[in-house]
């Protein structure tokens, strides 16, 4: 006998189909702007191949004595990563909140679940495909290896992704308007940037690299850039590097959950 398809089998295909729709939607709505899109996953290719072409044949002596861009594309990919998930995941929910475009999709017969989570997954596919140019910029471009340990390598992206897609959500409840959208989250994404390593590795037991620990981009980078290390008998498992950005991702999600709005906070 043939077992008889549940009601619940249903239910959860068309949720599943809901969301697959929906965030083709959203893909569509970020590809169809050319301009826009080509910034976005342009401009941490661009960032890297200046960087990587005025490094030469530099090594980092406190660091294996690696060369600098082995450093640098690994740096990129936890860039690319931040950029899409948080920094333009901050400020496109703020400009859809202030707009009104939150509340009038808040009405549409799409669940708000459904909704947001093809907008996250949206994020994170224009991640991924930042993610897989920048690996081919390293590797075609300057001969950079590929991570040694793939699986420790794309747990630390997903960890990243989800953790700062939540930092992103946290950061959109906190911007009063869309008009300081743009500058309140790129001078808090820049600044730590700036202080967490990207440019050039940190100094193990300097006073930046101390208070930098506190921050997850730090740690984000370091678990990115654990797969790809060279130096003999290093583990490409960065757990405690890990366990810090999912901390800040969790407590990302309650400052959201807690401070989310459909509707516009314009005076």
Not at 29 to 36: E, T
Not at 142 to 159: C, E, K, S, T
Request: proline content about 6%.
């Amino acid at each position: 006998m043939s077992a008889t398809p549940t009601v619940g089998s249903f239910e959860g295909l068309g949720d599943l189909r809901l969301v697959v729709r929906q965030t083709w939607y959203e893909q569509l709505s970020f590809w169809l702007n050319p301009i826009g899109a080509a910034f976005t996953v342009g401009f941490s290719v661009i960032f890297l191949l200046l960087l990587g072409a005025s490094a030469g044949n530099s090594r980092i002596s406190y660091y294996g004595n690696i060369k600098l861009i082995q450093y640098y594309v690994p740096g990129f990919v936890a860039y690319g990563v931040m950029a899409a998930c948080f920094n333009i995941l901050a400020i496109t929910l703020v400009n859809r909140r202030e707009m009104g475009l939150l509340k009038r999709l808040r009405l549409c017969p799409l669940p708000t679940w459904a909704l947001l989570t093809a907008v996250l997954l949206s994020s994170m596919i224009i991640a991924a495909v930042e993610v897989v140019i920048l690996l081919l910029v390293g590797r075609v471009g300057f001969g950079v290896h590929l991570p040694d340990n793939m699986g420790a390598f794309i747990l630390a992206v997903v960890v990243g992704m989800v953790s700062f897609s939540a930092l992103g959500l946290a950061m959109s409840t906190l911007v009063p308007n869309q008009d300081a959208a743009g500058p309140i989250v790129s001078i808090v994404f820049f600044v730590l940037l700036f202080l967490s390593g990207l440019w050039f590795p940190l100094r193990p037991g300097s006073g930046l690299a101390q208070s930098s620990s506190y921050f997850p981009v730090h740690h984000f980078i370091v678990a990115v850039f654990a797969p790809f290390d060279t130096q003999k008998g290093a583990s490409p498992w960065a757990w405690h590097d890990l366990l810090v950005v999912a901390i800040w991702g969790v407590a990302g999600a309650v400052v959201a959950v807690r401070r989310w709005s459909w509707t516009p906070r314009r005076p």
